[in-house]
Nanobody, 119 residues
């Protein structure tokens, strides 16, 4: 059973940058796509970004396109998202996920990390 652990969340100001990372253990994920989702208070969880098994293909929600960049580590068991020019509406709990059905189908979730962007 795979375990996903996110790190890197925090409190930042609008316009700042933040990098979230996710480390997987318990199973090799080199053949799986991975992704990031987020859930703001009172809202449903939404897709943010996904990356395929090799790292060659990425996909982003329109709301973060051009500001967020998803990447995988060399061993493919880590995934990160670089978030630039953060906005207050980016405030949410961010979840790392194993993507079993490209790009929105998730088979495993991390526990989440809080990102708060102040105006």
């Amino acid at each position: 059973q795979v375990q996903l652990v996110e790190s890197g969340g925090g409190l930042v100001q609008a316009g700042d940058s933040l990098r979230l990372s996710c480390a997987a253990s318990g199973r090799t994920l080199s053949n799986y796509a991975m992704g990031w989702f987020r859930q703001a208070p009172g809202k449903e969880r939404e897709f943010v970004a996904a990356i395929n098994w090799s790292g060659a293909t990425t996909y982003y929600a329109d709301s973060v396109k051009g500001r967020f960049t998803i990447s995988r580590g060399n061993l493919k068991n880590t995934v990160s998202v670089q978030m630039n020019n953060l906005k207050p509406e980016d405030t949410a709990v961010y979840y790392c996920a194993v993507v079993s059905s490209w790009p929105y189908g998730v088979s495993s979730w991390g526990q989440g990390t809080q990102v708060t962007v102040s105006s």
